[in-house]
């Protein structure tokens, strides 16, 4: 790969957030080659998160979430076309209908899908849904608009939430069942999802912790009509959605010979995608949902997150990198960020709080849902979150940049009593949940097969 | 000079027309300069951003080592000087008849009032050869719509505009003996200003018109309902701070617009730049060049130890022209992109009024600008306020016609 | 035009409510929702939110393949 890296091919795979964002960053930095961006869905790049917000509220079209550009990455946009392999030596993208597309840089930005629900013939029926795409969206809402008796949401990870809480919010009866002993103690711990479940059922939502559905029943007509919970108890309900975590789209590259699997695709600090021997590539980025990499203020192992924030500040590293010789290209060293809105209030992460062995109430109290947490991880800070507090964010990812000692120090004006206890994080496996947290450290091995060909 | 006199320096009457290079000069001496006095000033971005942000850190004056003895610890003060859950639980009732999530649409209702008064004062001004841009304009305007936003008679502007004089002298930061007299009258301002406030809300008890001082009088909810000290402060906070601030945001851009002819011109060409000239007015001669803090525990800025309880004195003026974090940050630049500027504060304190007064100043600026290419500054520069925490200019002569 | 708001950045200050009520609403104290699609007369105002919000979280412009070339 002599000569510029401003010039050549790049293509880009994943036409959403994080490949929008990506292509704009490579024509700041200067790349004056052919650029082709391709996607498998029809749409222009839309934004997801309004999806199960704004967009069940009624307050915004499924259709009108279209994201902005920064500037025109004067892109050739492949859209409504899936790329279905890669071939890394001739380095080419093979594309659904054929064609092969060459390139000299490669960005996989393939994101991730919703996890359907197990049974295929469960899952086909009408009134299933699952929400991933402005398509699911637009299809959920209508139906919400028609006044379903009631609405049951499998999952209460942060979409199932969100979804609840707009089904709540429209007046609808809704039911939230999870497997774990409550909604979002994947994402937050114990402490939190006790909140959580407070505010849902304090917002009416008939709240089944414990549980797992066993099977989703129709009228025999192919319509949804209810489900069968583990305990026995029995749900009748006109709309289903499925939120059970996310899936990486890493199926077209499975003769590719990366590092990508089933947590998504590993690539180092700056992006380059692993291959499956754990060699770094250098003509292969990754970025956004279907990475995973590794963070030094998280002993380096290989994070894999489904954050909005990560999505574009990768993608901007990926592209830099892409475009810069070596010497002067940028870790992606972000911390991880995330937010929520549900029930009316805002939720937002900053770290990882699954890493972590304790917890404690630094600011504000339980019972105003205004509070600030830290989480430490053998003594010292290494998340926060914050419900109706952003302001003080700001404040505790310093502290968790800096490595800053856990308990943090005293001093703040609104620091409750309960400040004095450090109460345990309470993280459980998150095999036992029923919502896949959306963020997981994923250890330091780049690929599983690396072992399988080690012991070969 | 050393820098340990720079707060004394900077106070100094003297160098109110320009003040920034002393800025420049507390930058250069670090991030944390303390004064002979005993107070520890920051003039840098991140770090004056930080402290904004900082839980630990206090706009309450009652956890001063040295504190105004007057100041009781029983004393109703206003949420500007109140830390959360205090701060928070007023900040939101009080913004309940004008902003969101209660009022959402309430400022963004008063953009004709304020373009017709802005058209009236513009008006007043045809004619003239010579008119005072502070008196007869860039004043007027901010009072008028205060007034009319809480509910208070505008003839009676005299009378509070003496308490008001009162109460931001004793606000600012001045070392000095008299501050102990200036406490003690602010003080009494600030009691006559609160009773005649309640006065006027008490009339509207029963009575409610569309005004602030209504809502607040006859909130049904008795949780959302203030007291009448609280009424009282909150009442006195709005009413000098929506209108000791804006004039000077006003007055500071014409004066910015003249000393910067090629930008006014670029300005006249394209007013969709206006809304980022006003941020980049509010960066570049913010009306608002300190705030005050306490540390409520030892708090390391940058490697050195500010003690609890000393006085910690932010320059957010400085901030805005911090080089570690504007590039070209002595140009004035409309067009400026990632102005997060410290014109308004930052973190739990930002702003109140910010949307009215953002509003105001370009309804101002885009009323004027057309008229300013034939204009001349009578006195460059003009003669100021005392004023070193607010700080702007006490008149603006202009001349119309120019030689 | 569309509009996005980065709310990993965004503080809840309201700004952008204040001054495009119609297109911007806060959810409870802090959560901020808004409609992406940006009616033609919303315009300006959603362009001087984007100007005064305090952590510059707003982005306004052009979707990809609208033309707007
Ligand atoms: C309902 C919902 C709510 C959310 N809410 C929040 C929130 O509140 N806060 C937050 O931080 N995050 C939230 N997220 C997550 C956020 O939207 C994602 O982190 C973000 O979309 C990731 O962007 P991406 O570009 O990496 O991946 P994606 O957005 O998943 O985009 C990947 C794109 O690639 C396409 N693709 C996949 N395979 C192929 C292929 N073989 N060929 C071509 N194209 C392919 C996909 O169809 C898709 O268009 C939410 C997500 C959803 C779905
Ligand atoms: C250009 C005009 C203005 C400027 C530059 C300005 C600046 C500021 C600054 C810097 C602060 C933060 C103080 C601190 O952190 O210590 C503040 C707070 C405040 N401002 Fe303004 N202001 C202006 C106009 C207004 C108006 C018009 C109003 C009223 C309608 C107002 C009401 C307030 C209030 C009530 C506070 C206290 C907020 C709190 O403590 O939570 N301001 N202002
Ligand atoms: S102005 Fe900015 S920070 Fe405030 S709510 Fe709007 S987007 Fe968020």
Redesign the interface.
């Known amino acids: 790969m002599a000569g510029d890296p401003r010039e050549g091919r790049i293509v880009v795979v994943g036409a959403s957030l994080a490949g ?1 964002r990506a292509a704009e960053t490579l024509r700041e930095q200067g790349f004056v080659g052919s650029l082709t961006v391709v996607g498998d869905e029809p749409h ?4 997801r ?2 999806l199960s ?2 967009v069940l ?1 009624g ?3 499924a259709d ?7 500037r ?1 990455p004067d892109a050739e ?1 492949r859209l409504g076309v899936p790329a279905t392999g890669l071939d890394p030596l001739r380095k080419r993208v093979l594309l659904a209908d054929g064609e092969w597309l060459p390139y000299d840089r490669l960005l996989i930005a393939t994101g991730t899908r919703a996890r359907p629900w197990p049974n295929p013939e469960e899952a086909v029926l009408d009134g299933v849904f699952t929400l991933r795409t402005c398509d699911d969206a637009g299809r959920l809402a209508e139906r919400l608009a028609a006044g379903p008796r009631r609405v049951l949401v499998i999952g209460g990870g942060f979409t199932g939430s969100e979804i609840a809480s707009a089904c709540r919010e429209r007046g609808l009866e809704v039911t939230v069942t999870e497997r774990g002993p409550a909604p979002l103690v994947g994402a937050l711990g114990g402490t939190l999802s006790k909140l959580a479940a407070g505010v849902q059922r304090a917002h009416g939502v008939d709240l089944r912790c414990g549980v797992t559905v066993t099977a989703l029943r129709g009228d025999g007509m192919g319509r949804f009509v209810g489900a069968d919970l583990s305990d026995g108890a029995r749900v009748e309900a006109d709309v289903c959605v499925v939120a059970l975590g996310a899936v990486r789209n890493v199926e077209w590259l499975a003769d590719a010979g990366l590092a990508a699997g089933p947590r998504g695709v590993a690539c180092d600090a700056g992006c380059r995608a692993f291959d499956m021997y754990g060699i770094v590539t250098d003509d292969v980025f990754v970025a956004g949902d279907v990475s995973r990499f590794p963070h030094p203020l998280f002993e380096y192992q290989l994070l894999s997150l489904e ?3 990560n999505a ?1 500040a990768q993608a901007e590293v990926a592209a830099h990198n892409m475009v810069s010789p070596g010497p002067l290209r940028r870790p992606h060293l972000s911390l991880p ?3 929520s ?6 939720i ?1 992460s900053v770290g990882v709080p699954t890493f972590s062995d304790q917890i404690v109430l ?3 109290t339980l019972e ?1 849902r ?1 509070l ?1 947490v830290v989480y430490g991880y053998r003594g010292r800070v290494t998340a926060a979150v914050t419900v ?8 505790y990812q ?1 502290l968790i940049e800096t490595a800053a000692p856990f308990p943090p ?7 409750p009593l309960a400040a004095e206890l450090t109460l345990p994080s309470d993280v459980p496996d998150s095999k036992k949940l029923s919502h896949g947290p959306t963020v997981a450290l994923t250890g330091h091995l780049p690929d599983r097969r690396l072992t399988v060909v080690r012991h070969a | 000079m050393t820098a340990d006199t720079l707060l004394e320096r900077i106070t100094d009457y003297a160098c109110r027309p320009d003040p920034y290079p002393l800025y420049a000069e507390l930058r250069e001496a670090g991030r944390v300069v303390r004064q002979a006095d005993g107070s520890h000033l920051v003039g840098t971005y991140h770090e004056i951003n930080a402290l904004l942000h900082d839980p630990r850190v206090s706009v309450d004056p009652r956890h001063g080592l040295v504190r105004d003895p007057g100041l009781s610890e029983q004393e109703q003060l206003p949420f500007l000087i109140l830390d959360d859950p205090a701060h928070h639980r007023l900040r939101t009732l009080a913004m309940r008849p004008f902003g969101p999530p209660h009022s959402p649409g309430r400022v963004d209702a008063m953009r004709g009032q304020i373009a017709e008064l802005t058209g009236e004062l513009v008006e007043g001004l045809r004619d003239r050869a010579e008119f005072d841009l502070v008196d007869d304009f860039a004043y007027p305007l901010p009072v008028t719509v205060i007034c009319r936003l809480l509910g208070v008679p505008r003839e009676d502007e005299p009378l509070f505009r003496r308490w008001s004089d009162l109460v931001v002298a004793s606000a600012d930061v001045q070392p000095g003996e008299e501050a102990a007299e200036r406490a003690r009258t602010g003080r009494q301002a600030r009691v006559e200003m609160g009773r005649y406030l309640v006065d006027l809300a008490e009339q509207r008890r029963g009575r409610p018109g569309e005004d602030m001082l209504s809502a607040f009088v006859n909130e049904p909810d008795p949780a959302l309902r203030l007291t009448r000290e609280e009424l009282a402060e909150t009442a006195v906070l709005l009413l000098i701070a929506g209108h000791e601030t804006t004039v000077n945001l006003i007055t500071n851009g014409v004066l910015t617009l003249l000393r910067h002819p090629d930008q006014l011109e670029r300005l006249r060409r394209d007013p969709g730049l206006l809304p980022g000239a006003v941020e980049e007015l509010l960066r570049y001669e913010p009306p608002v060049h300190l705030r005050r803090r306490v540390p409520l525990v030892d708090l390391d800025i940058a490697g050195s130890v500010v003690p609890k309880g000393e006085p910690l004195i932010l320059v957010i003026a400085s901030g805005n022209r911090d080089p570690g974090r504007f590039r070209d940050p002595d140009r004035f630049d409309p067009a400026r992109v990632d102005n997060q500027h410290l014109g308004f504060g930052g973190g739990i304190h930002l702003c109140y009024g910010a949307p009215l007064a953002r509003i105001e100043a370009r309804a101002a600026l885009g009323a004027l600008i057309p008229r300013l290419g034939a204009v001349t500054l009578v006195e460059d520069p003009p003669p100021y306020r005392r004023n070193a925490m607010l700080r702007g200019p006490r008149h603006l002569p202009i001349r119309v016609g120019s030689l | 035009m569309q509009v996005v708001v980065d709310l990993t950045r965004c503080q809840g200050y309201a700004q952008c409510v204040f001054l495009a009520p119609e297109v911007f609403h806060l959810h409870g104290e802090e959560a901020l929702l808004y409609d992406p699609a940006v009616p033609d007369d919303q315009f300006e105002r959603v362009r001087e939110a984007a100007a005064a919000c305090p952590v510059q979280a707003i982005l306004l412009g052009e979707e990809v393949g609208s033309g707007g070339r």
């Open positions: 929008l222009p790049p839309y934004d998160p309004p917000k704004q509220l307050h915004a079209a009108g979430t279209g994201l902005p550009m920064r025109d946009w954050h909005w924030g574009v960020s995330f937010w809105s549900q029930f009316g209030l805002n937002k630094a600011q504000g105003a205004r600030a109706n507090m952003a302001k003080s964010l700001e404040y310093h120090g005293p001093g703040a004006a609104d620091r």
